[in-house]
């Protein structure tokens, strides 16, 4: 086996897309890198990296710049070389299956600046909650305010992240029809958005409740709103990620129908 890798997602080879898409759940975050990286969306463009074992694929990797290298399912003992053909990159991080991320990080050899211990979910009983108010999409009139949401949720939720403008991809996201905005007595009081299907799958990828519209049940029913919204769009498979260390967010979603899938983490090198 040998990793190869290339700067190019033109030059991505076909068998390790295959592989990516035959589990388009453990690898949503991924397939969802390769679509930005094709629509232009990634500044600077990608990593993009392959375990050949033959004409076989056995692992796949992407990063973009300044974000945490995606890691997919990959055998143990490829990660010592992928460690070393990486090591001149100074990643800030990785993020994958919990134990790959965790073997990556020791064979890295970085010190762990900190760590973030999720858990994907599928939408498998959908259950509409109870909160006072509706669901719209988004308006170009609400770029402002939702861009100010995002930068928030990402202070919130990733700490150090690279801080780059996320108008553009909020722009993007309600010309999509992807992005969700939950109004009470005509405001808006909480955002989710999910991202564009691939093989028949799509992931909520973002919900923020601003703390002062907090505990009325906004964020959970904005999240179904977002995951009907996906589901319409005649995908079969709703995702989401959560943080374990917050346990308020994983009974909303579980009591809205989602149900665990496997444990993942995220983690930054000092």
């Known amino acids: 086996m040998e990793w190869a890798f290339c700067s190019d997602v033109t030059a991505f080879p076909a068998e390790a897309e295959r592989r990516l ?23 600077g463009g990608g990593l993009l990296g392959w375990l050949a074992d033959g004409p076989a694929v056995r692992g796949v990797v992407v990063q973009t710049p300044l974000y945490p290298l995606v890691i997919t399912d990959v055998p143990a003992e490829s990660l010592e070389p992928l460690a070393a053909a990486l090591r001149a990159h100074g990643l800030p991080g990785v993020t994958g299956p919990a134990p790959v991320a965790a073997g990556f990080a020791r064979a890295y050899g970085r010190p762990e600046a900190g760590r973030m211990d999720q858990r994907l979910y599928h939408l498998a009983e959908p259950r509409e909650p109870r909160a006072p108010g509706r669901a719209r999409a988004a308006v170009p009139g609400d770029l402002d305010l939702l861009a100010g949401w995002y930068k ?29 905005v939950w109004e009470d007595d005509g405001r808006p009081v909480a955002v989710a958005g999910h991202t564009p299907p691939v093989e028949s799958t799509a992931r909520i990828a973002v919900v923020y409740t601003p703390p002062h519209a907090r505990r009325h049940g906004y964020g959970a ?41 496997a444990d993942y983490a995220q983690i930054v090198f000092g």
Do not use: C, K, M, W
Request: glycine letters at 10%.
């Open 21 to 43: 898409r035959g589990d388009p759940i453990r690898n949503t975050v991924p397939l969802t890198l390769l679509v930005r990286l094709r629509l232009g969306q990634a500044a």
């Open 152 to 180: 928030a949720f990402l202070d919130e939720s990733q700490p150090g992240h690279p801080g780059d403008d996320p108008a553009p991809g909020v722009r993007l996201g309600i010309e999509r029809g992807e992005l969700f």
């Open 221 to 261: 029913a904005v999240t179904y709103a977002a995951s009907r919204a996906a589901l319409a769009t005649g995908v079969e498979r709703v995702l989401l990620f959560t943080d374990l260390a917050n346990p308020t967010s994983n009974s909303i979603y579980q009591a809205i129908g989602y149900r665990p899938v």
